[in-house]
């Protein structure tokens, strides 16, 4: 996964939440940019602080709920749409702990080799996410569903995007209408993706710089 500068998440956070009144916080400052993010390591996400306010934040790739006693086992960085709901890990935070998270783009492997996806127009997506802060830290994790066509070549599996509505409404409405979401991201939206080849070299997370993801 990678993201981007604070600057371009700030203005593109604004424009989501498009609301006069609404403010967009980032108390602590946002992870630098980076271009080979693993699971573990910290992440930006947004969440609401109130109805009129957005918290941007760092955050730990990997949740830990609220009930997690040590930090033993897989990390959580993925949650399955079709489970979210049910799953101990997840349903408590679905409840009430949901969150958007930034990227210009991520990771995909395919027959040994690495691909990169993003928007064809250069701007951020916003994958559906839960937080939590188990253990006195933020963390979170990203919702993934079906791959809808053509991405199912790539990968069986999709980080479930949001347009702008939809993150509106993932962030704000209650439980019941969020989970009007948890299904594959739509054509329009899947159908602004790009798919090209990356830099094997991605394969090492100690490597971090912009000729990863390729052209």
């Given at each position: 996964?990678?993201?981007?500068?604070?600057?371009?998440?700030?203005?593109?956070?604004?424009?989501?939440?498009?609301?006069?009144?609404?403010?967009?916080?980032?108390?602590?400052?946002?992870?630098?940019?980076?271009?080979?993010?693993?699971?573990?390591?910290?992440?930006?996400?947004?969440?609401?602080?109130?109805?009129?306010?957005?918290?941007?934040?760092?955050?730990?790739?990997?949740?830990?709920?609220?009930?997690?006693?040590?930090?033993?086992?897989?990390?959580?960085?993925?949650?399955?749409?079709?489970?979210?709901?049910?799953?101990?890990?997840?349903?408590?935070?679905?409840?009430?702990?949901?969150?958007?998270?930034?990227?210009?783009?991520?990771?995909?492997?395919?027959?040994?080799?690495?691909?990169?996806?993003?928007?064809?127009?250069?701007?951020?997506?916003?994958?559906?996410?839960?937080?939590?802060?188990?253990?006195?830290?933020?963390?979170?994790?990203?919702?993934?569903?079906?791959?809808?066509?053509?991405?199912q070549d790539l990968h069986h599996r999709l980080p479930r995007f949001l347009q702008a509505e939809e993150?509106?409404?993932?962030?704000?409405?209650?439980?019941?209408?969020a989970a009007q979401l948890l299904h594959p991201s739509g054509q329009e939206l899947v159908a602004q993706?790009?798919?090209?080849?990356?830099?094997?070299?991605?394969?090492?997370?100690?490597?971090?710089?912009?000729?990863?993801?390729?052209?």
């Amino acid at each position: 996964m990678l993201f981007t500068t604070e600057e371009k998440l700030l203005a593109a956070a604004t424009s989501l939440i498009d609301a006069p009144e609404a403010t967009i916080q980032a108390p602590e400052g946002t992870p630098p940019p980076r271009y080979n993010v693993a699971p573990t390591q910290m992440i930006a996400m947004m969440r609401l602080a109130s109805p009129s306010e957005a918290l941007l934040e760092p955050a730990r790739w990997g949740l830990l709920p609220h009930w997690k006693k040590d930090i033993s086992g897989p990390p959580l960085f993925n949650a399955r749409a079709e489970t979210v709901q049910e799953k101990p890990s997840f349903r408590d935070a679905f409840k009430t702990q949901r969150c958007v998270i930034p990227l210009d783009g991520y990771y995909e492997w395919k027959d040994k080799k690495p691909y990169f996806v993003r928007r064809v127009d250069g701007e951020l997506l916003w994958a559906a996410g839960l937080w939590s802060t188990g253990l006195g830290q933020l963390s979170a994790t990203m919702i993934t569903t079906d791959a809808p066509e053509p991405m199912q070549d790539l990968h069986h599996r999709l980080p479930r995007f949001l347009q702008a509505e939809e993150a509106r409404q993932w962030l704000i409405d209650d439980t019941t209408t969020a989970a009007q979401l948890l299904h594959p991201s739509g054509q329009e939206l899947v159908a602004q993706l790009r798919i090209s080849p990356a830099d094997p070299a991605v394969g090492a997370v100690k490597n971090d710089y912009p000729e990863l993801i390729g052209h």
